[in-house]
T-cell receptor, first 112, second 114 residues
Framework: GDSVTQMEGPVTLSEEAFLTINCTYT??????LFWYVQYPGEGLQLLLK?????DKGSNKGFEATYRKETTSFHLEKGSVQVSDSAVYFC???????????FGEGTQLTVNP | DTAVSQTPKYLVTQMGNDKSIKCEQN?????MYWYKQDSKKFLKIMFS???????INETVPNRFSPKSPDKAHLNLHINSLELGDSAVYFC?????????????FGPGTRLTVL
C-alpha cells in the first residue's frame, strides 16, 4: 500500500537558518503530494501541494518539488522564523483522490 | 465563516460512555472524512463519505459509527468508550478528482477517556 516516510525529528534551528525536512513516498500511479502544518493546539493547515512530477509547490517562503525519479517531496525554507515552529506533515493522496496517507510528522522548533 | 467546524473542541468522559462529535463544512465539497491523531501525532484515516455514501471504512472498531445526514455534515458517534480511544479526532472535507483533491481540516476534537 501507499506510504510516506519523513525524516525523524524533532528539528531545532536558530532563526534565519535554512530548513530541509525530507519526505519520500511509495505509491502506485501518480499521487498528489502535500505538506500540511499543525501549529500548537490547532488543526492541520495546507501549506503547499504538487500534483504532478516536477511541479513545485510554494507558500509563505516554503517550497517543495515533486521528484518522481527519487520519489521525494522535500520541504525547504531559506530562512526560518520563530513563528514557523510547528509540526509538519508530508502526505500523499492516492490516485482516486479518496484518502490522504500521512508521514509521521516532524516537530520543528525555531529559537530566537 | 469557518470552512470546516467541529464541536466540541474538548471532550472528557468516563469509560463506557457514548459520545458524539459533530462536523460541518461550508465549502460545498462532496466528500468528508474522519481522521484520528494519536498521542505521537500520527494521523490515520478512519472513514470517508461521498454525498452521504460511505466510501472508506478502515479497520475501525464497530463502536465507531459515522453518520452523514447531508453532504455538509459528517458526525462521529462512539459507543462504549475505551481508554485507547483517547486521541484528537479531525474532520476534513475535500474533492476526489485530481484537480480538487486537497482536503481541508477542522480544528480537531481532543477526546480524553478516563
Amino acid at each position: 500500500g501507499d506510504s510516506v516516510t519523513q525524516m525523524e525529528g524533532p528539528v531545532t534551528l536558530s532563526e534565519e537558518a535554512f530548513l530541509t525536512i525530507n519526505c519520500t513516498y511509495t505509491a502506485t500511479g501518480y499521487p498528489s503530494l502535500f505538506w500540511y502544518v499543525q501549529y500548537p493546539g490547532e488543526g492541520l493547515q495546507l501549506l503547499l501541494k504538487a500534483t504532478k512530477a516536477d511541479d513545485k509547490g510554494s507558500n509563505k517562503g516554503f517550497e517543495a518539488t515533486y521528484r518522481k525519479e527519487t520519489t521525494s517531496f522535500h520541504l525547504e525554507k531559506g530562512s526560518v522564523q520563530v513563528s514557523d515552529s510547528a509540526v509538519y506533515f508530508c502526505a500523499l493522496s492516492d490516485t482516486s483522490g479518496s484518502r490522504l496517507t500521512f508521514g509521521e510528522g516532524t516537530q520543528l522548533t525555531v529559537n530566537p | 465563516d469557518t470552512a470546516v467546524s467541529q464541536t466540541p473542541k474538548y471532550l472528557v468522559t468516563q469509560m463506557g460512555n457514548d459520545k458524539s462529535i459533530k462536523c460541518e463544512q461550508n465549502l460545498g465539497h462532496d466528500t468528508m472524512y474522519w481522521y484520528k491523531q494519536d498521542s505521537k501525532k500520527f494521523l490515520k484515516i478512519m472513514f470517508s463519505y461521498n454525498n452521504k455514501e460511505l466510501i472508506i471504512n478502515e479497520t475501525v472498531p464497530n463502536r465507531f459509527s459515522p453518520k452523514s445526514p447531508d453532504k455538509a455534515h459528517l458526525n462521529l458517534h462512539i459507543n462504549s468508550l475505551e481508554l485507547g480511544d483517547s486521541a484528537v479526532y479531525f474532520c476534513a472535507s475535500g474533492g476526489t478528482e485530481k484537480s480538487t483533491d486537497t482536503q481541508y481540516f477542522g480544528p480537531g476534537t481532543r477526546l480524553t477517556v478516563l
